[in-house]
């Protein structure tokens, strides 16, 4: 799976070896080595001009189909949508692995800025389930803050980050292959962090 495809050599090998025609998925023909370039139509969508790319991205000359379609989606491609926090003036790493750039984050999903909390996408990209669980530990993080003295709320607060990792080992689908390393990676930045924000507290 995505987890085998961490690896350059794999990568080209299903990249040459994937079907030029698609693979059908639920009935739906999935392209890999194919650009869109141009939707065609003028009051209403009626089709898509592609080309075929090799395996370096170049599209292949003469390689030019027109499917008719009735309408286009368009995604704005797997990066962390960052842009609220950063307005808010909260500090950014930046961590390939979790996509890009993304905000300093506890595993608690807390940030530098008091009362900002992040979960989802903007900590890097992963799926839904996943993003729905950082926000329970997000929602129980935010409750802790306010009634710091509650024994349960920190009891379902790390029950909330160990199902956040037994979702995340039990995923289908990955988006990154890295993503585990890349949330050590943020875990030890935001432990140093922490310790030097405690000693500059301290000296004050």
């Not at 909260?90 to 984050?105: A, Q, S």
């Not at 920190?154 to 990154?176: D, K, M, P």
């Amino acid at each position: 799976g995505s987890r085998f495809m961490k690896y350059n050599w794999a990568k080209h090998a299903g990249l040459n070896f994937y079907p030029n025609n698609g693979m059908k998925i639920n009935g739906t023909p999935l392209h890999l080595r194919k650009a869109a370039l141009e939707i065609i139509g003028t009051d209403q969508v009626e089709g898509v001009r592609v080309a075929t790319i090799d395996t370096k991205g170049n599209i292949i000359t003469g390689s030019e189909q027109i499917y008719e379609a009735d309408f286009v989606c368009i995604a704005g491609g797997l990066y962390p949508l960052a842009e609220l926090a950063a307005v808010a003036g909260c500090p950014f790493r930046y961590i390939p692995e979790l996509g890009g750039h993304v905000p300093l984050h506890s595993e608690t999903m807390e940030t530098p800025l008091p009362g900002l909390f992040v979960a989802g996408n903007i900590t890097g990209i992963e799926s839904g389930k996943i993003a729905m669980a950082q926000g329970t530990v997000a929602g129980y993080s935010i409750v802790k803050q306010a009634n710091n003295k509650s024994h349960s709320v920190e009891q379902h607060l790390q029950q909330a980050i160990q199902h956040v990792h037994t979702v995340r080992q039990q995923a289908a689908i990955q988006f990154n292959p890295m993503i585990d390393l890349g949330r050590r990676k943020m875990n030890e930045i935001w432990r140093d962090y922490s310790l030097a924000y405690a000693h500059t507290k301290k000296s004050c």
